[in-house]
């Protein structure tokens, strides 16, 4: 079974400028997690579909950040324009379960795409 | 709110010692608690997870954690470490449906020969 790709792997970029990072979660999975590890912490959840809704941005930075997942497949992110305290590691990680409510379901995590924000 | 605590950003422990991570919690629902590894330049890898059933879990790699509502911990414990284990460890909480996930700030191991 492949696991969550991601990618670029890394991206180097001026600060102002635009860049987006793409994740394939694993097949069938309904759920999808776009994470910001900064480094030296640990990873925060950025936001969270359900098939193609949203169920948690409570944490995404509305004013540069966007994400979209529009065939409850596949998801990219989005940071317009980027800030030098944007450079973190980007992790997708997606889940199996499909309803609200029910026990909470593992997580499986993609290798990450590396943004270096000068 | 809930806030997890890792107690330590660095640990070092000789091949074949007791390896314990600390991690306390914070939770004003009864938590789904995780422990995850970081070897480096890969992503995160469930090691184990309690939800609301047996108070000891065991997960991958010989590591166990022990749920104690009492004391709000979740420790995480190997009893004997290998070089392999060498890597950053992260503790997370979330609410029940998975949502909500929110991650310590990481402890390093580091095992000595």
């Known amino acids: 079974e492949a696991g969550v790709a991601q990618s670029p792997r890394y991206k180097i970029i001026e600060k102002r400028q635009s860049v987006a990072f793409w994740c394939n979660p694993i097949?069938?999975?309904?759920?999808l997690y776009w994470y910001q590890q900064i480094l030296g912490q640990g990873p925060k959840l950025l936001i969270q579909?359900?098939?193609?809704?949203?169920?948690?941005d409570s944490q995404l930075p509305k004013d540069r950040f966007s994400a979209e997942r529009l065939k409850g497949v596949d998801s990219t992110l989005k940071i317009q324009p980027a800030k030098l305290e944007d450079s973190a590691v980007y992790l997708c990680?997606?889940?199996?379960?499909?309803?609200?409510?029910?026990?909470?379901?593992?997580?499986?995590f993609g290798p990450g795409t590396r943004l270096t924000v000068l | 709110a809930q806030s997890v605590t890792q107690l330590g950003s660095h640990v070092s422990v000789s091949e074949g010692a007791l390896v314990l991570l600390r991690c306390n919690y914070s939770?004003?629902?009864?938590?789904?608690l995780f422990w995850y590894v970081q070897y480096p330049n890969q992503g995160l890898q469930l090691l184990l997870k309690?939800?609301?059933?047996?108070?000891l879990v065991k997960g991958i790699n010989g590591f166990e954690a022990e749920f104690k509502k009492s004391e709000t911990s979740f420790h995480l414990t190997k009893p004997s470490a290998h070089m392999s284990d060498a890597a950053e460890y992260f503790c997370?909480?979330?609410?029940?449906?998975?949502?909500?996930?929110?991650f310590g700030a990481g402890t390093r191991l580091f095992v000595k020969a």
């Open positions: 990680a997606s889940s199996l379960h499909e309803l609200a409510g029910e026990n909470t379901d593992t997580q499986y």
């Open positions: 097949s069938g999975h309904a759920t």
């Open positions: 579909f359900q098939n193609n809704g949203v169920v948690d």
């Open positions: 939770s004003s629902v009864p938590p789904y």
């Open positions: 309690y939800t609301s059933a047996a108070t």
């Open positions: 997370a909480v979330s609410e029940t449906g998975g949502f909500k996930t929110i």
